[in-house]
């Protein structure tokens, strides 16, 4: 993993080397390849790998500019809501601005949004 001077950070690992997990600032590479970037600290993460998930939980705690490198074969993601879990249900906030490259999202939050939960999903279901 690459970060920048004294930037700290975090990559977490599964089966294959699948990244279910990436947390930082600036630009975080694996192997020379850029996973995920963003104009401050954030966190994202998955229950299958980053690149090809069908949902992501995106943690923008300084962050209101984060990019995701995502597999060819991904399933689009389309959706990009803000919002936070009262009494145990899901409560949508608002929608973050969600943008699609040849193998990336770029996911746009509000300056007064930033430390909110964003949930990227690929429909509408309200399945964790």
């Given at each position: 993993m690459t970060l920048g001077a004294w930037q700290p950070g975090m990559v977490a690992f599964g089966e294959q080397g699948r990244i279910f997990l990436v947390e930082g600032s600036g630009q975080i590479l694996v192997d020379g390849e850029l996973v995920a970037k963003g104009d401050g600290h954030f966190a994202a993460f998955a229950d299958s790998d980053l690149r090809e998930a069908k949902q992501i939980w995106l943690l923008p705690t300084e962050a209101?500019?984060?990019?995701?490198?995502?597999?060819?074969?991904?399933?689009?993601?389309?959706?990009?809501?803000?919002?936070?879990?009262?009494?145990?249900?899901?409560?949508?906030?608002?929608?973050?601005?969600?943008?699609?490259?040849?193998?990336?999202?770029?996911?746009?939050?509000?300056?007064?949004?930033?430390?909110?939960?964003?949930?990227?999903?690929?429909?509408d279901e309200r399945k964790f």
């Open positions: 209101t500019h984060v990019v995701l490198r995502r597999a060819k074969s991904a399933p689009k993601l389309k959706i990009a809501e803000v919002g936070e879990w009262r009494c145990g249900e899901w409560s949508v906030l608002t929608q973050a601005s969600l943008f699609h490259h040849a193998d990336t999202i770029a996911i746009k939050i509000a300056d007064d949004l930033r430390g909110e939960v964003v949930w990227v999903k690929w429909d």
